[in-house]
């Protein structure tokens, strides 16, 4: 394809605030045909009508994948009944020429996806069904190309939309219904790089099935065309240039510039998109529950989608068994040709895997004489420079102020607080109270006309009983240069300054081939991605009430989770992730990540963080 032959740079632009997922939808059609009559013959008695199929009703059920919905309540990826009033319409398409014959019967779906259509008379047993949703929602119609005589489940999704504009054409050139039904499937998926589809789609594993949906649906040049959505431009249709080539060839990826950009772009833009859920480690979803744990799932297979999509947008030779282990390299480029990322693909097991380029690193060990403990280290060239820090959290325990719970083992270290971090006592902190009393509390709430949670009496009679605040005396120390405090780390390490993790941010990420600011996720450990600094950041969760009402209560029956000591509702709620060295991340429900990144905050004596030490 001309884009891709013409740049050999490409990087998705993602356009965050789990992010957002892409709102792609698929619909699954049962048909059932019932007649007092025994209708004779199969697919081989195509070239002649064939009369009795009388009165008959067709019953369906409309399905779809539901990646994302944009509310404050908990969302997983899951299946369910396309949208009531939803029109559905049967067309009976002639038995020799596939063209439609005028016949069209009406229907519209009811509750949980179900629709029938009633007292159906054809003479041709192949037919076209299509389903088209509502405004807004209606980016395209819905399809599949089926023989009123089969049996068993017909599924209707974006696959079978595909399939049905391919196997349609083929059966109008020539090719019998059987045939044009097996090499349109064949086609369209390996239009996508999937080549190991099971052969029902429909019957497959239920996270399997709801992955290769997604992945699919996710990639079509619309609106909101991504699991994390972003903003492309729609000239001409670019969705419409995807169907009608796919019609036409079979394939679209190599016939128009403009929708090879798109796709490439939005598949970029959810593999970014996927890197940050990555930084969770999946023991966290999996003491989040059991649809954390699937969410996991589905987005590994959609990560291995995504690279069989990407191998053929750039023309990488199928993986095999005789390739197993070989490495492509391309560079890859935004829809605007702005940014360009490397991206590296991997042979095994017969797909393409995604993985993202490793820094050169080296690792290493190194033991705390204070009690004896082994942390793994990396060192990495920061502007010329080796530089080693430790690959590891911190866990040295006889700190006061150090909190070790096993609750986070995943992260593997301690959190300190500030003053525990620098290994200062009290003297370097200065106390002030929230309000100058609980008279002037009360006349700044009165003065904001607002009421603050619980009342204002009771707000500011706690807010005084909680005592002070304390904050670092900036007169006794300069928290912007670490240098010549050890802090909690041992003897011959130190704390960093937070230049120096700008510094290191900027030299990984000039490994990486990226030309934007520095970016925390470049030092994550991004499993099943890889590791690619060595360094082995992790997420961790905690969970924060936004957004709550006075009369907000916390449902039990949702599912509470214990964090720091506290009792927190997981819902209505949103996740906020907090890298390693404080910076923060926030992520929806929704499997959405947004990663900002800011200055560690020394302002908070309570402020709680992990530590990593550099060599001096």
């Given at each position: 394809?001309?884009?891709?032959?013409?740049?050999?740079?490409?990087?998705?632009?993602?356009?965050?605030?789990?992010?957002?997922?892409?709102?792609?939808?698929?619909?699954?059609?049962?048909?059932?045909?019932?007649?007092?009559?025994?209708?004779?013959?199969?697919?081989?008695?195509?070239?002649?009508?064939?009369?009795?199929?009388?009165?008959?009703?067709?019953?369906?059920?409309?399905?779809?994948?539901?990646?994302?919905?944009?509310?404050?309540?908990?969302?997983h990826?899951?299946?369910?009944?396309?949208?009531?009033?939803?029109?559905?319409?049967?067309?009976?398409?002639?038995?020799?020429?596939?063209?439609?014959?005028?016949?069209?019967?009406?229907?519209?779906?009811?509750?949980?996806?179900?629709?029938?259509?009633?007292?159906?008379?054809?003479?041709?047993?192949?037919?076209?069904?299509?389903?088209?949703?509502?405004?807004?929602?209606?980016?395209?119609?819905?399809?599949?190309?089926?023989?009123?005589?089969?049996t068993?489940?017909?599924?209707?999704?974006?696959?079978?939309?595909?399939?049905?504009?391919?196997?349609?054409?083929?059966?109008?050139?020539?090719?019998?219904?059987?045939?044009?039904?097996?090499?349109?499937?064949?086609?369209?998926?390996?239009?996508?790089?999937?080549?190991?589809?099971?052969?029902?789609?429909?019957?497959?594993?239920?996270?399997?099935?709801?992955?290769?949906?997604?992945?699919i649906?996710?990639?079509?040049?619309?609106?909101?065309?991504?699991?994390?959505?972003?903003?492309?431009?729609?000239?001409?249709r670019?969705?419409?240039?995807?169907?009608?080539?796919?019609?036409?060839?079979?394939?679209?990826?190599?016939?128009?510039?403009?929708?090879?950009?798109?796709?490439?772009?939005?598949?970029?833009s959810?593999?970014?998109?996927?890197?940050?859920?990555f930084?969770?480690?999946?023991?966290?979803?999996?003491k989040?529950?059991?649809?954390?744990?699937?969410?996991?799932?589905?987005?590994?297979?959609?990560?291995?989608?995504?690279?069989?999509?990407?191998?053929?947008?750039?023309?990488?030779?199928?993986?095999?068994?005789?390739?197993?282990?070989?490495?492509?390299?391309?560079?890859?480029?935004?829809?605007?040709?702005?940014?360009?990322?490397?991206?590296?693909?991997?042979?095994?097991?017969?797909?393409?895997?995604?993985?993202?380029?490793?820094?050169?690193?080296?690792?290493?060990?190194?033991?705390?004489?204070?009690?004896?403990?082994?942390?793994?280290?990396?060192?990495?060239?920061?502007?010329?420079?080796?530089?080693?820090?430790?690959?590891?959290?911190?866990?040295?325990?006889?700190?006061?102020?150090?909190?070790?719970?096993?609750?986070?083992?995943?992260?593997?270290?301690?959190?300190?607080?500030?003053?525990?971090?620098?290994?200062?006592?009290?003297?370097?902190?200065?106390?002030?109270?929230?309000?100058?009393?609980?008279?002037?509390?009360?006349a700044?709430?009165?003065?904001?006309?607002?009421?603050?949670?619980?009342?204002?009496d009771?707000?500011?009679?706690?807010?005084?009983?909680?005592?002070?605040?304390?904050?670092?005396?900036?007169?006794?120390?300069?928290?912007?240069?670490?240098?010549k405090?050890?802090?909690?780390?041992?003897?011959?390490?130190?704390l960093?300054?937070?230049?120096?993790?700008?510094?290191?941010?900027?030299?990984?990420?000039?490994?990486?081939?990226?030309?934007?600011?520095?970016?925390?996720?470049?030092?994550?450990?991004?499993?099943?991605?890889?590791?690619?600094?060595?360094?082995?950041?992790?997420?961790?969760?905690?969970?924060?009430?936004?957004?709550?009402?006075?009369?907000?209560?916390?449902?039990?029956?949702?599912?509470?989770?214990?964090?720091?000591?506290?009792?927190?509702?997981?819902?209505?709620?949103?996740?906020?992730?907090?890298?390693?060295f404080?910076?923060?991340m926030?992520?929806?429900?929704?499997?959405?990540?947004?990663?900002?990144?800011?200055?560690?905050?020394?302002?908070?004596?309570?402020?709680?963080?992990?530590?990593?030490?550099?060599?001096?």
């Amino acid at each position: 394809m001309s884009y891709l032959k013409m740049s050999s740079k490409i990087f998705c632009t993602l356009a965050m605030p789990f992010a957002m997922m892409f709102a792609a939808f698929q619909a699954s059609v049962l048909v059932a045909c019932s007649d007092d009559k025994s209708v004779a013959g199969g697919a081989s008695e195509e070239t002649r009508i064939i009369a009795g199929l009388e009165n008959i009703s067709i019953h369906g059920r409309a399905r779809m994948v539901v990646p994302w919905k944009n509310d404050d309540k908990i969302k997983h990826i899951d299946v369910v009944g396309l949208e009531a009033g939803t029109n559905v319409s049967l067309y009976e398409l002639d038995a020799k020429t596939f063209a439609k014959t005028g016949v069209v019967y009406a229907g519209v779906v009811g509750d949980s996806g179900n629709f029938a259509f009633e007292k159906v008379t054809l003479k041709s047993p192949y037919v076209l069904i299509e389903a088209e949703r509502l405004p807004p929602q209606n980016a395209y119609v819905y399809s599949v190309f089926t023989d009123v005589r089969d049996t068993g489940e017909i599924s209707m999704d974006v696959m079978t939309r595909l399939e049905a504009l391919r196997a349609v054409r083929l059966a109008e050139s020539g090719e019998s219904y059987a045939e044009a039904k097996e090499r349109a499937k064949a086609e369209v998926l390996e239009a996508f790089g999937i080549y190991d589809a099971p052969d029902g789609i429909g019957e497959a594993d239920e996270v399997e099935y709801t992955a290769i949906i997604s992945a699919i649906s996710s990639t079509l040049p619309t609106s909101t065309s991504s699991i994390y959505p972003i903003s492309l431009p729609l000239e001409n249709r670019t969705i419409n240039k995807l169907f009608a080539f796919t019609a036409e060839k079979g394939y679209f990826l190599g016939t128009d510039s403009l929708l090879d950009k798109s796709f490439v772009d939005i598949v970029l833009s959810n593999f970014e998109g996927l890197k940050r859920a990555f930084s969770v480690p999946f023991e966290a979803y999996h003491k989040l529950g059991d649809a954390w744990t699937r969410d996991y799932q589905i987005n590994e297979l959609m990560l291995k989608y995504y690279a069989g999509m990407l191998s053929v947008a750039y023309n990488v030779e199928r993986c095999t068994q005789d390739k197993e282990g070989k490495v492509s390299n391309i560079q890859v480029s935004d829809y605007y040709e702005t940014r360009v990322t490397a991206v590296r693909l991997v042979c095994h097991s017969g797909n393409w895997h995604l993985s993202v380029p490793e820094v050169e690193h080296t690792m290493g060990t190194m033991t705390d004489a204070r009690d004896g403990r082994e942390y793994k280290t990396v060192t990495i060239d920061v502007g010329g420079t080796p530089q080693t820090w430790m690959a590891e959290n911190l866990r040295y325990e006889l700190q006061e102020g150090a909190s070790c719970d096993e609750e986070w083992g995943f992260v593997d270290g301690c959190y300190y607080s500030q003053l525990a971090a620098m290994n200062l006592d009290s003297s370097y902190l200065v106390f002030d109270y929230p309000y100058e009393s609980l008279e002037a509390c009360k006349a700044y709430w009165e003065s904001e006309n607002s009421v603050p949670y619980g009342g204002i009496d009771a707000f500011c009679e706690e807010s005084m009983d909680a005592g002070t605040h304390s904050k670092l005396d900036y007169e006794k120390i300069d928290v912007s240069d670490s240098a010549k405090y050890q802090g909690v780390c041992p003897d011959g390490w130190r704390l960093p300054r937070p230049q120096e993790w700008i510094d290191l941010l900027s030299a990984v990420q000039a490994y990486s081939g990226e030309d934007e600011k520095p970016e925390t996720l470049n030092l994550f450990d991004l499993s099943p991605l890889g590791n690619p600094a060595g360094f082995g950041l992790h997420a961790h969760y905690s969970i924060m009430w936004l957004g709550q009402t006075p009369d907000f209560v916390p449902d039990p029956s949702s599912g509470l989770l214990t964090v720091d000591g506290a009792v927190l509702a997981t819902a209505p709620a949103k996740v906020m992730l907090k890298d390693d060295f404080g910076y923060d991340m926030f992520m929806a429900i929704a499997n959405q990540v947004w990663i900002g990144f800011t200055k560690m905050d020394f302002s908070e004596s309570f402020t709680r963080i992990a530590v990593r030490c550099v060599k001096n």
